[in-house]
């Protein structure tokens, strides 16, 4: 049965940093891409970034560029999501997903062709 489990969410302040896990079950990462996506309060969902399944290789949206780093373990069965220079606009319930795909996660990315989310961690940035 296929599973995501985020955690790693909590309150932190403006500046402060967070890695979030998505730990998967019932399937290996190195056969699906692992987008990310973050819901902030009276917005919809947007994603935020991805991990390609064949080499690893991550993509961001302009909005967080250089500021988020996704990574994995594969022995884990985890990818995290590190964000860094935490700002308000960045409170919100980020949510990983998995779609079955060794060449691409970009495409992932408006959270349409997705089967499978987790449930989400929520993050809060406030002083």
């Known amino acids: 049965q296929v599973q995501l489990v985020e955690s790693g969410g909590g309150l932190v302040q403006p500046g402060g940093s967070l890695r979030l896990s998505c730990v998967v079950f019932?399937?290996?990462?190195?056969?699906?891409?692992i987008p990310w996506f973050r819901q902030a309060p009276g917005k919809e969902r947007e994603g935020v970034g991805c991990?390609?399944?064949?080499?690893?290789?991550?993509y961001y949206t302009d909005s967080v560029k250089g500021r988020f780093t996704i990574s994995r373990d594969n022995d884990k069965n985890t990818v995290y999501l590190q964000i860094d220079n935490l700002k308000p606009e960045d409170t919100g319930v980020y949510y990983c997903?998995?779609?079955?795909?060794?060449?691409?996660?970009?495409?992932?990315?408006?959270?349409?062709?997705?089967?499978?989310w987790g449930k989400g961690t929520l993050v809060t940035v406030s002083s």
């Open positions: 997903a998995a779609q079955r795909s060794r060449y691409d996660c970009l495409q992932f990315l408006n959270g349409r062709a997705v089967d499978y």
């Open positions: 019932g399937f290996t990462l190195d056969y699906y891409a």
């Open positions: 991990i390609r399944s064949r080499d690893g290789s991550t």
